[in-house]
């Protein structure tokens, strides 16, 4: 289906209308609704759009809690924050200001987020560590989809890990974000429903054998980045956001993306460093130098380069959208449970 054109403002305004009909607490919904819009932004649309339909019918089943109050504890140079089972996003912004301030006390903070949800990217949650002058680095689990070389099922989920570098005024802020596994398991289902295949070395079927088939691939595992290497970043990553955080492994959590299981209480782990307390003037200096030799060599650092406009998006994902923001037509005078099997059809109709 063809894009259409659309702005940030419209789309933030889309996604906070419908979580918050379907359940989420204002400051959730503002929090989630703000990521899903610099996702699409970013041309990143395997966090964008896709997943609002998702959310809100995890917010109608109850396997995310759109009211939980995230609860924030520190200790010495560390914080922790339970998000009692709801969404990631209201959970780490609830702990970052506790981080940013022990890590400029100290040089270097760490945050630990428990029973938590899907955090979409990870490059949102990092950009603004950079912007408060601190290198920002975020890794999470998520439910099982990637087997490393060797396995014949899935032991890790994709596994993200991203972090952010301060940059100097008016330049952007580094930022890389990027999963341990050859593709998104996002981006295998899109394949998947539009009929393409896949390049051999982005998943197995259930047999371990290799495939180009999305759907023999989405039966079996993804396969990791890099191969041994990718996974046992993998691995770091699940020490990190799960074993450390005390949340589900990722051969516990349940699945993002379907309706089976209760939440997936996955965890993040996040680390600021301050580089007024190592090296800092060495710092700024050698981050243009770093800058300047890769201009030289014709690329650029990745980054964020700040709001676009217009923002096209997927017509198809923009009309399901517009219908979960919309749904307030529908018979509110109705008992309670009529009313609730209204918006799941409503909901399932949107993620058919």
């Given at each position: 289906m063809t894009p259409v054109e659309t702005s940030w403002e419209e789309i933030e305004a889309v996604c906070l209308e419908a979580l918050t009909l379907h359940g989420a607490a204002a400051e959730t919904a503002r929090a989630v609704a703000g990521a899903i819009t610099r996702a699409e932004a970013d041309g990143n649309r395997v966090c964008g759009l896709y997943y609002l339909p998702?959310?809100?019918?995890?917010?109608?089943?109850?396997k995310v809690d759109g009211e939980a109050v995230p609860e924030v504890t520190t200790r010495g140079v560390t914080?922790?924050?339970?998000?009692?089972?709801?969404?990631?996003h209201p959970a780490i912004a609830a702990g970052t200001p506790a981080l940013i301030d022990l890590a400029r006390q100290a040089g270097l903070a760490a945050m630990a987020v428990r029973n938590s949800y899907n955090c979409l990217a990870l490059g949102h949650h990092v950009r603004p560590l950079a912007d408060a002058?601190?290198?920002?680095?975020?890794?999470s689990n998520?439910?099982?989809?990637?087997?490393?070389?060797g396995a014949t099922r899935a032991l890790f989920g994709t596994n993200p890990l991203a972090f952010a570098v301060p940059s100097k005024e008016g330049a952007p802020t580094i930022v890389v974000d990027q999963s341990m596994s050859a593709v998104t398991k996002t981006e295998m289902i899109l394949r998947r429903d539009r009929g393409e295949a896949i390049p051999i070395g982005w998943a197995q079927d259930?047999?371990?054998?290799?495939?180009?088939?999305?759907?023999?691939?989405l039966e079996g595992s993804l396969l990791p980045a890099g191969g041994r290497k990718g996974a046992n970043i993998a691995l770091l990553v699940e020490v990190l956001a799960a074993a450390l955080t005390g949340s589900a492994l990722s051969t516990e959590a349940s699945a993002f993306g379907n309706e089976e299981g209760g939440p997936p209480h996955v965890g993040q782990f996040l680390i600021a460093i301050d580089p007024d307390h190592f090296a800092a003037g060495h710092f700024s200096e050698a981050m243009d130098n770093l800058v300047a030799s890769h201009d030289a060599a014709g690329v650029r650092l990745p980054g964020h380069f700040g709001r676009k406009q217009p923002v096209c998006v997927?017509?198809?994902?923009?009309?399901k959208?517009?219908?979960?923001?919309?749904?307030r037509s529908l018979d509110k005078s109705a008992k309670p449970a009529h009313h609730r099997l209204a918006v799941v059809s409503v909901l399932r109709n949107c993620m058919d």
């Open positions: 998702i959310f809100c019918r995890h917010l109608a089943i109850g914080v922790t924050v339970d998000a009692r089972s709801g969404f990631a002058g601190l290198i920002g680095i975020c890794v998520a439910p099982a989809s990637v087997a490393p070389p259930g047999n371990g054998q290799p495939t180009t088939d999305a759907a023999t691939g997927d017509a198809d994902l923009w009309k959208a517009v219908l979960l923001s919309t749904a």
